[in-house]
């Protein structure tokens, strides 16, 4: 697209800027800004070196959000609006995109301008930067039109014609409109703006179009060139005054030197010929014949002094214009600065009306905020007056209760039915006067005696003469064990509470720790009883932890509070003891402060030795300590730091008791491994023995039930020795009328679902009487006792 806007060579400037305008994902870009570029790569890049395209991007004032909501900047952290301007820029890169491709090999630079007033923001870069030469495309398709546009309706119009009005002297701003360049000089002082309203309105003719102005002035030559100008004067509107050279005299179209110094430029510059929009005819296109009517003075002088009145009304018509136009431009600053300033003003009023709205809001709030705290205040008044009434009405009827409930208790401690009371003359009897051959044991309580009491073995336990003023605490504890019933604790019959005797089932087997120890030739228990007497300790104690109102602790768990009975069904002894024992206890005890017994030393727990309290998790220590002497016949004495370091090393299974053939090594690792955990230092380390200690035991007892039954297998007894019914060896033989012996149970039940009928030789029995057979289950006990397997004592109920 070349122009001749240049007189010769264009100005050599060392860079120009060309401003583009597009959107993010156009590729193809404006069109008045492709044309701009195309322009200045076409006419000005062969004679610099730098091409700058700049494009100005709206201010950043809001983000937008996830849920589509905008935030303002000033809302959020500098790092986060700064990372955002950052993308954005990125985006706005690809403006630049159909522009480069237009440069072709060219490489021009970009520039991202950021205001929301794209002219503003030109200016002020072209200040800044000082820049020499500025390119601007116009989407107008005239001069005059778009004009009409920028008073009229777009005001996006108004940019290019504000930049050229605006722009210093220092920098030529090149408008590129459809048909037209508009430029300035840069020596011109003041910028100028047309409006569809101008004073001055030029206009070239068509070809073939007659010159009908009401004021005409045509001077023409063998080419038919012509001029015209529309006068402001009302005056010489209707004058038409045709000034024509003599044919002798259209020969030459050449002006001599004398006669070019007079000659009519009409539009002295190319630019105010830009501006207003009309070719008027430069001085080398209007020429006159320098021989033409050299002879006729009197008509040259004529022209002469029309001419240069015309020369002079155009320059004081121009003059005017520019100054019209300072002040319309003046004015609209003005009319666009009162604009800014009333927005802000209205603006301001619309924040002080929210913030005043905002405000009372609040403050009705906080009123009704007071207006409830002081009704709360008031109810909370009302209701601590009552509660204070109330709580005099409890204590009043509390203690009330407590006295009567002191009373019931007098009585019940006077008169307790759940256990036998019996006279000191009664116990002095049944002990032959505390005869010394009845003595089978002594403890911390006192010595123990074996003797007959309603015809019943009992085991009397007597305090010693010291605690026997303790006789209200005594009353006590009596009171809540005669309250305990518990398969694997030690039953009290009866108490004297004369002198303080204890009446205890008697266990015919004694105490573990006998057996352990060997003691008074006690047998060394099979590994399957072991067992057995671990797991029924275990729920002993969980049975007295587990008792309301407050869980029981024995304190003084070893396994000389173990007792055997007959069947070797193990049961924990002196529940509740610890606490009636005197303060001058003997060496065997240990004693915290001033309190009360307290427990064996090598059962004793740790924390109850740093701490002076007994917990539950007490009584855990020391059956942890004696699972591990079940399981080896050892002193407690460093039993524990021995039993860890074998199970550490692999080598538990050397430790076990060796008077015991055939241990189950898994089975007994597992066990000590429990009585480890149970026997840590600190209490929280040691597991709960409901919900962890007493499943595994279940489990493990279970295992050894299941190895016992295949060892029995092994051992065939006689044929005699089954029931003939349940085909299982007796346990209780009984001889029936038709001579057979059977399970009493199964035959019990037998008679009375089958009429009287012979389970063997199916006649009728002459009578329904069972007879025991002692002989046989004497023989059954000692083929048991023979082989080991005394299902009676191991597989019972546990």
């Known amino acids: 697209m070349k122009s001749n806007v240049f007189d010769g060579a264009p100005p050599d400037y060392s860079s120009i800027s060309v401003a583009v305008k597009g959107s993010i994902g156009d590729t193809v870009g404006g069109a008045a800004s492709r044309r701009a570029v195309r322009w200045a790569v076409d006419n000005l890049l062969p004679h610099i070196d730098r091409l700058v395209l700049v494009h100005v991007m709206p201010t950043v004032t809001t983000i937008p959000s996830p849920s589509g909501s905008k935030i303002p900047v000033e809302d959020l952290e500098e790092s986060v609006v700064s990372m955002y301007k950052q993308d954005l820029r990125k985006e706005f890169e690809e403006v630049f995109v159909p522009f480069n491709k237009i440069c072709g090999s060219i490489k021009a630079e970009t520039l991202l301008l950021e205001n929301d007033d794209p002219a503003k923001a030109l200016l002020k870069y072209v200040s800044d930067s000082e820049v020499e030469c500025l390119v601007i495309g116009s989407c107008s398709p005239s001069f005059l039109t778009r004009q009409e546009r920028r008073f009229g309706k777009k005001k996006g119009q108004e940019m290019p014609l504000m930049v050229l009005g605006e722009a210093p002297e220092t920098c030529e701003v090149y408008v590129i409109a459809k048909d037209r360049v508009l430029t300035k000089s840069t020596n011109q002082l003041s910028p100028v703006k047309l409006s569809s309203e101008s004073l001055y309105s030029f206009r070239t003719p068509k070809r073939g179009e007659a010159h009908t102005d009401p004021f005409n002035r045509t001077c023409s030559n063998k080419t038919g060139l012509a001029a015209s100008y529309m006068s ?168 009330q209760q407590a006295l009567k409930k002191q009373q019931v208790m007098d009585q019940l401690l006077l008169s307790d039915s759940r256990y036998r009371k019996y006279t000191k003359e009664e116990i002095v009897a049944a002990t032959d006067n505390f005869s010394l051959s009845k003595i089978i044991g002594e403890g911390g309580y006192g010595k123990v005696y074996k003797c007959s009491l309603d015809h019943t073995p009992v085991a009397l336990k007597v305090r010693r003469p010291d605690t026997i003023e303790k006789k209200q605490e005594f009353l006590r ?114 004693v915290y402060r001033n309190s009360t017994i307290a427990g064996t030393l090598y059962y004793l727990d740790p924390e109850y030795q740093r701490t002076g309290t007994f917990r539950p998790k007490s009584d855990l220590y020391a059956f942890g300590i004696i699972v591990l002497q079940l399981l080896t016949a050892t002193h407690p004495n460093g039993l524990l730091f021995c039993a860890e370091d074998a199970v550490k090393r692999g080598c538990f299974g050397d430790m076990l008791d060796g008077s015991v053939r055939e241990w189950p090594l898994a089975e007994a690792e597992e066990l000590a491994r429990i009585a480890i955990q149970c026997s840590q230092l600190k209490c929280r380390d040691r597991p709960d023995l409901d919900t962890q200690v007493l499943p595994a035991l279940k489990r493990i007892l279970e295992s050894a039930k299941s190895k016992l039954k295949t060892e029995q297998a092994k051992a065939r007894p006689p044929s005699h020795y089954y029931c003939p019914i349940l085909k299982e060896i007796m346990e209780d033989p009984q001889i029936a009328a038709d001579g057979f012996t059977y399970e009493g149970k199964a035959i019990k039940a037998w008679i009375q679902n089958n009429q009287n009928v012979s389970p063997v030789t199916k006649n009728r029995l002459r009578h329904c009487d069972l007879a025991p057979n002692h002989t046989l289950k004497s023989a059954i006990q000692e083929w048991r006792s023979r082989s080991g397997l005394d299902l009676s004592t191991t597989l019972g109920s546990s």
């Open 477 to 590: 504890e009596i009171s809540v064990l005669s309250q305990l019933r518990h398969p694997h604790v030690v039953l009290l019959l009866g108490a004297c509470p004369d002198n303080g005797c204890l009446v205890y089932e008697y266990m015919d087997n004694g105490s573990l720790d006998a057996h352990i120890s060997r003691k008074k030739g006690k047998p060394s228990l099979p590994w399957f009883i072991r067992f057995k007497i671990i797991y029924e300790t275990a729920c002993g104690l969980a049975f007295l932890h587990n008792s309301k109102p407050e869980p029981i602790v024995h304190r003084d768990l070893k396994p000389g509070n173990i007792l055997l009975d007959k069947n070797f069904v193990s049961k924990i002894g002196d529940v509740g003891l610890a606490k009636l024992i005197s303060e001058e206890a003997p060496e065997s005890v240990t």
């Open 232 to 399: 402001p004067s009302p005056a010489r509107n209707q004058i038409r005054r045709p000034v024509s050279l003599p044919p002798s005299h259209q020969a030459s179209r050449v002006f001599s030197p004398a006669q070019a110094s007079t000659g009519i430029r009409l539009g002295h510059d190319e630019r105010v010929r830009s501006i207003l929009g009309h070719n008027i005819v430069s001085s080398s296109n209007m020429q006159l014949n320098p021989g033409a009517n050299m002879n006729t003075p009197k008509w040259q002088s004529n022209v002469m002094y029309e001419v240069e009145q015309l020369r002079k009304q155009v320059q004081t018509t121009l003059c005017m214009y520019r100054q019209a136009c300072e002040e319309l431009v003046h004015k609209q600053t003005q009319v666009q600065s009162l604009s800014y300033e009333c927005i802000k003003d209205t603006k301001r009023v619309i924040s002080a009306l929210e913030k005043e709205e905002m405000l009372r809001k609040e403050a009705e709030e906080e009123k009704q905020k007071h207006l409830k705290a002081v009704k709360e205040i008031e109810e909370a008044k009302t209701v601590l007056a009552k509660e204070f009434c109330d709580r005099k009405l409890a204590e009043l009827n509390a203690l």
